[in-house]
């Protein structure tokens, strides 16, 4: 299969790399000069507990025409930027070419939409966590299963065979017949963990050793559950959030990647996270106050 990776950073070089293995023939496309050519002057560095790895087998540009058509794009750029980052590379998408988004937040599908049409979009959530420690370095923190699924149809061949070629390439993958309810799921933790963090400067466990944290976590779920349930959103979890208190737990001293970015000075995706609770929330009529606060107060951060 013909992959482009559409944002090599943390994620975007994780996923390309894991793909390189067997027949793929994989493309790494950012913006980052520096980046792109010590990846194909040195290969591309992936670090875990248990070592290090050199990847030749993926090359790297920041020019789409040296590409031609891809089967699949898969979308790693921040939210915030979906779209912007898609119209320039239309050059590499064909009649057939697949978008898959594991991103995280609210408004991937519709930014992607826009650009290429709503036929061949699949979405899904990802479990793996990695971090860039240098251009072409990247560390492989936490592994997990990746999940995807077609829009708004039930399972298909074309995504039978993603499936399939990711599993060859050990990226353990499970499709699902609900991936707005997978989507709004992760959305959900992601509420109750980046911004709190971000602005108190706490590690994901260190949210429950305080009952102002943990009161705010509570509400901010609260709340998104209130809008997911008006959108009529088939949560997978029952309890998002005893489970987003189970995912502090789980990663608890990990600096969540809203956190991450406050302290390097980049933009969040905050308005795809607690923001897009408050526009879903006004567009149903639901209040959502906490989540307004959080947003407000990242925004400030971030202008600061
Ligand atoms: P990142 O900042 O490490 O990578 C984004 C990359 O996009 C950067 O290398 C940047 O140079 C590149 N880029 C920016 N503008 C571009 C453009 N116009 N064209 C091409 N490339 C461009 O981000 P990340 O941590 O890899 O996160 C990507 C997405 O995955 C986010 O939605 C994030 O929330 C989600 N996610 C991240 C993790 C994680 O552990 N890092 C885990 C799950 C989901």
């Known amino acids: 299969m013909k992959i482009a990776v559409l944002g090599a950073g943390a994620m975007g070089c994780l996923y390309g790399g894991l793909l390189s293995i067997g027949d793929n023939e994989v493309w790494l496309i950012d913006i980052w000069k520096e980046h792109v050519n010590r990846i194909n002057e040195k290969g591309l560095i992936i670090e875990d507990e248990n070592g290090k790895k050199i990847i030749k087998n993926v090359q790297a540009t920041i020019d789409t025409n040296d590409i031609g058509i891809v089967d699949l794009i898969l979308v790693f750029v921040k939210s915030t930027i979906t779209d912007k980052a898609l119209k320039p590379v239309k050059n590499i998408i064909g009649e057939n070419t697949l978008i898959l988004t594991l991103q995280n937040g609210l408004g991937n599908i519709e930014k992607i939409q826009s650009v290429v049409g709503k036929k061949n979009i699949i979405a899904g959530t990802t479990s793996h966590g990695s971090t860039l420690l240098e251009p072409a ?6 592994k997990g299963t990746t999940v995807i699924g077609e829009i708004d ?3 298909t061949e074309r995504i039978q065979n993603l499936k399939e070629i990711f599993t060859k390439c050990k990226i353990e993958t499970v499709i699902t017949n609900n991936v707005l309810g997978v989507i709004w799921d992760k959305l959900l933790v992601n509420v109750g963990i980046n911004a709190i963090t971000a602005l108190t400067e706490l590690r994901n466990g260190e949210l429950l050793d305080f009952k102002e944290t943990e009161e705010l976590l509570e509400i901010a779920v ?10 009529k959103i088939i ?3 029952e309890d998002p959030i005893e489970h987003t208190k189970k995912v502090c737990r789980l990663t608890t001293s990990n600096k969540s990647s809203m956190l991450q970015d406050i302290i390097n000075k980049r933009k969040t995706e905050i308005e795809m996270i607690n923001g897009a609770i408050v ?15 959080l947003t407000n107060l990242i925004k400030i951060k971030e202008r600061n």
């Open 137 to 142: 370095r990247i560390y492989h923190a936490g």
């Open 279 to 293: 526009k879903e929330g006004e567009r149903q009529g639901i209040k959502t106050p906490i989540n307004l606060a």
């Open 235 to 237: 949560l997978i979890n």
């Open 153 to 155: 149809r039930e399972n």
């Open 222 to 231: 609260e709340e998104g559950i209130n809008v997911s349930k008006a959108k």
